[in-house]
């Protein structure tokens, strides 16, 4: 049994006490994948964004709003788990500076300056040492060239390549991409089957080999 570290659903980045930033992750990939941990027999622990799903009982979850307390949590748990999914979309930009208090209208066009997020999935991958790290890559071009870029940017034995129709669908159209560039799968279907078919090359290419 392998205890899996698992990221999931969006983070928020406030611009002000109640405007933020995020994205349409849903946190349902991640779900159906902590379901096919628990299935295969492997201890999960999810370090979450804001989501509407819920999460299987077994799974330990922990939540978490912006990219630095992500990062933060996971981080933390990493340390006692065998490989990380990273299937999170984190917010990637932040503002520069946040405001204190609820931005009025002016009539004038609102400027936002705004910075870099931490790499979650990078900063883990290049600490992991001999635990192994799955990627996903939400491309929109070129897709398969830069999946393969982030695979080995983030230090990742796997990435699982797939597109902006993913979010917030149930279903799910993916390639599973190795280190040396080669598609070890391609899959269609429900998030469900699909995540059950990740987990199946997982555990024979990672967990059991």
Not at 33 to 62: D, F, N, R
Not at 76 to 83: A, E, H, L, N, P
Not at 172 to 190: F, I, M, P, R, T
Request: hydrophobic letters at 40%; proline letters at 4%; aromatic letters at 4%.
């Amino acid at each position: 049994m392998a205890r899996i570290l698992l990221t999931s659903g969006p983070t928020r980045q406030y611009i002000d006490p109640v405007r933020y930033l995020t994205n349409a992750s849903s946190g349902r990939m991640g779900c159906c994948l902590a379901e096919a941990t628990i299935a295969a027999g492997h201890e999960v622990i999810i370090v979450s964004g804001p989501v509407q799903v819920s999460y299987p009982e077994k799974a330990k979850v922990i939540w978490v709003n912006t990219t630095d307390e992500m990062l933060d949590a996971a981080r933390q748990q990493f340390k006692q788990c065998d490989g990380l999914i990273g299937v999170a979309a984190p917010c990637d930009y932040r503002p520069e500076f946040v405001q204190d208090q609820k931005i009025a209208k002016t009539g004038e066009p609102l400027v936002l300056q705004l910075i870099e997020t931490p790499d979650v999935v990078a900063t883990l991958g290049a600490e992991k040492g001999s635990r192994w790290v799955v990627g996903f890559a939400l491309e929109t071009e070129d897709r398969r060239f830069r999946a393969l870029v982030k695979l080995e940017k983030k230090s990742c034995d796997l990435m699982v390549l797939n597109g902006p129709e993913a979010m917030n669908s149930e279903e799910n159209q993916v390639e599973v991409l190795a280190k040396d560039g080669s598609v070890v799968a391609s899959l269609e279907g429900s998030k469900t089957e699909v995540a059950n078919r990740i987990m199946q090359i997982v555990g024979q290419r990672l967990i059991d080999a």
